[in-house]
């Protein structure tokens, strides 16, 4: 008997056509399934990373007079330095001791440029190790992708601590500064120092932590979150103080309002007791005020750059460090129980400038 072999056909062209466009229509459904698993996973990373850094604060408060990490505030009423500075002298040859020593002003005076650095309030947890400079970076953060540098790693100064977040530029000497592109850090924390602190312009002595600082805050009391957004394209000459109730001409859509870490969806919210919250806005604070605004009322208050006028913020540049000037701001924020939560430091959501 004669066997005939079964002649195998295969795909037309219609058929491949059908078969790629399932494949092209079932990865356009699932695509953007699998992008929201993944922005909720980091979502809970951020969130974790906001809860163990609070609970390390409240550890840190513990052996601190129950104050939180807290370096030397500013010596006038309204400033502070928004971007991570080294102190002033600093050299890549210090140990940790010697780089809180420098915070805290034991041996050397702080100058103006030491002093008010919310940054250098959370780099305090990683030099006496009570954080990791991976525990302050988001995995949604566009900008901070990378944790800041504990120790110098090369050289002969391989032993020695970086003084803030960032990764130092120069490997000796005490003009090595610290790199401010927004390297290390997607968080904010809540403005640590009274307001009416100091003195006038550089003199008087520099602003305690206020009372709200410590590990006695309330449980709605917010203490960090995702970084503040700042006010422009360019906070180093704008306004970054912002007032979302004002009217803004931007380009950011829901980036005026929110942190730039989770695309402009939200941010998480940290409180007193170390809960964290994924909040959609940032009307959070006490009394529903916005964290990222410095009035309860800005509906009330012009936008303004004069520094002069109640309720303006101005960026001056000392010594080539960014510094914000929070002008009207003491009348907002009173020294025991602050309705205006304000975080600090801020920085641009797109551009990652401070």
Partial sequence: MKLHKKAHRGFTLIELL????????????????????????????CAANIHGLIQSMVTYANSNENVFPCTPGPRSNNQ??????????????????????????????PTIDDLGSPTACMWLMVLMNYATPKSFICPSDPIATTPSQQYVTSGSTAAAYQPNFGVMSGTVGAGATTNTSGQGLSYSINYP??????????????????????????????????????????????????????????????????SGNHAGDGQNVGFGDDHVVWEPNP????????????????????????????????????????????????????????????????????????
């Fill in 18 to 45: 059908v078969v790629i466009s399932i494949i092209a229509l079932l990865i356009a459904i699932l695509l953007p399934s699998l992008a929201k698993a993944k922005e909720q996973a980091n979502r809970a990373v």
């Fill in 193 to 258: 120092w009274e307001i009416s602190g100091g003195g006038k312009g550089n003199t008087g002595n520099p602003a305690n932590a206020g009372p709200w600082w410590t590990d006695n805050i309330g449980s709605d009391q917010p203490v960090m979150s995702d970084m503040a957004p700042a006010n422009t394209a360019n906070p180093k000459v704008y306004p970054s103080g912002r007032q979302t109730l004002a009217q803004i001409d931007n380009n950011y859509g829901r980036y005026v309002y929110n």
């Fill in 80 to 109: 502070y330095i928004n971007t991570p500075t080294a102190p002033s002298g600093y050299i890549v040859t210090q140990s940790a001791g010697s780089v809180v020593s420098d915070w805290f002003g034991s041996g050397n005076s």
């Fill in 283 to 354: 009307y959070v604070g006490a009394d529903n005020d916005n964290i990222f605004t410095y009035l309860k009322a800005p509906e009330t208050k012009t936008e303004t750059t004069d520094p002069q006028e109640q309720g303006s913020i101005q960026l001056i540049s000392p010594n080539s460090k960014d510094v914000v000037n929070l002008s009207g701001w003491a009348g907002y924020q009173p020294n025991t129980q602050p309705f205006d939560t304000l975080m600090v430091p801020v920085r641009n959501v797109q551009t990652g400038e401070w």
